[in-house]
């Protein structure tokens, strides 16, 4: 079971980190994605970690401004997002397929899902 937290209320130009954390198996073998889907919006890849570290980032909008990483002692990935614009505004979900290595930002391969957090951007 993955789970997901760090969401809340920020105002435009602000900062979140969100975490994500696993119950029942060790996340440190497998690749994780970030998505995240807005009101009346599909849901779209944001960024994936793989085992080894290596990063991907599916949106261009958001490079430079969201990161992706994990702690593999602490068992959790990380999305610190940086600069939040309103559209910005999604419920973020944390998922992953059990790979190691296997990134993508297509919300049909990824098997297991958190409930999600909400971020809402807004002054």
């Known amino acids: 079971q993955l789970v997901e937290s760090g969401g809340g209320l920020v105002q435009p130009g602000g900062s979140l980190r969100l975490s994500c954390t696993a119950s029942g198996f060790i996340l440190d073998y497998s690749a994780i994605g970030w998505f995240r889907q807005a009101p009346g919006k599909e849901r779209e890849g944001v960024a994936c970690?793989?085992?080894?570290?290596?990063?991907?980032y599916y949106t261009d909008s958001l490079k430079g401004r969201f990161t992706i990483s994990r702690d593999k002692a602490k068992n959790t990935v990380y999305l610190q997002m940086k600069r939040l614009k309103p559209e910005d505004t999604a419920v973020y979900s944390c998922?992953?397929?059990?790979?190691?290595?296997?990134?993508?930002?297509?919300?049909?391969?990824?098997?297991?899902w958190g409930q999600g957090t909400q971020v809402t951007v807004s002054s």
């Open positions: 998922a992953t397929n059990l790979s190691e290595h296997y990134c993508s930002g297509y919300r049909g391969d990824y098997a297991y």
């Open positions: 970690i793989s085992s080894n570290y290596v990063t991907t």
